[in-house]
């Protein structure tokens, strides 16, 4: 069970890291901090469409192996003691 438990913590490390790459990584809808720091100029120098999909795609199925790792890491968590 440490080895489980060890590939998870590494896991959650990754998947930590590159869905806040991920997320900074996407386009600014306006109306936030950035607006305020003079990123709210639109310009047609974003991302395509199907870039911005699989973006999107990408940061979907990384969050949900992050949220897995997570749920399974609290699991062992709990059921460690018994």
Do not use: C, Y
């Amino acid at each position: 069970m440490p080895i489980l438990e060890f590939i998870l913590q590494v896991l959650l490390g990754i998947t930590s890291l590159l869905l806040t790459l991920l997320i900074l990584l996407h386009k600014g809808r306006g109306g936030g901090l950035s607006d305020m720091f003079g990123g709210g100029t639109t310009s047609s120098l974003g991302s395509s469409g199907l870039a911005e999909r699989n973006l999107n795609r990408f940061t979907v199925v990384l969050a949900l192996a992050w949220f897995v790792s997570i749920v399974a890491l609290g699991l062992i968590t709990k059921f460690q003691g018994v």
